[in-house]
């Protein structure tokens, strides 16, 4: 049973910045890929930054150079790092955990920047 366990979403002000925390927890290792995604109302949830074996990193192009991913597998924990927040930021953000083609996703933390 694995299970990830988000935190961190919460009200901000446009301009600042959130830290987002997912844990993996359970009988789960040999991760290949830990991320996370987004989905604002009436959208598709979309990729925003992921993690890869190797330490290669993705980022979705509206958040590069504000957001940043940081991983670590001994804990297999995922942060997502987010300065500089816009109102088009707001979104139900979703950990991704991808172990040889088996998925996981957390709960949703819901992250709000207002103008």
């Known amino acids: 049973q694995v299970q990830l366990v988000e935190s961190g979403g919460r009200l901000v002000q446009a301009g600042g910045s959130l830290r987002l925390s997912c844990q993996a927890v359970?009988?789960?290792?040999?991760?290949?890929?830990m991320g996370w995604y987004r989905q604002a109302p009436g959208k598709q949830r979309e990729l925003v930054a992921m993690?890869?074996?190797?330490?290669?990193?993705t980022y979705v192009d509206s958040v590069k150079g504000r957001f940043t991913i940081s991983r670590d597998n001994v804990n297999k924990t995922v942060d997502l790092q987010m300065n500089s927040l816009k109102p088009e930021d707001t979104a139900v953000y979703y950990c991704?955990?991808?172990?040889?083609?088996?998925?996981?996703w957390g709960q949703g933390t819901q992250v709000t920047v207002s103008s």
């Open positions: 359970g009988s789960i290792f040999s991760i290949n890929a």
């Open positions: 991704h955990v991808n172990r040889f083609g088996n998925v996981y």
């Open positions: 993690s890869g074996s190797g330490g290669i990193t």
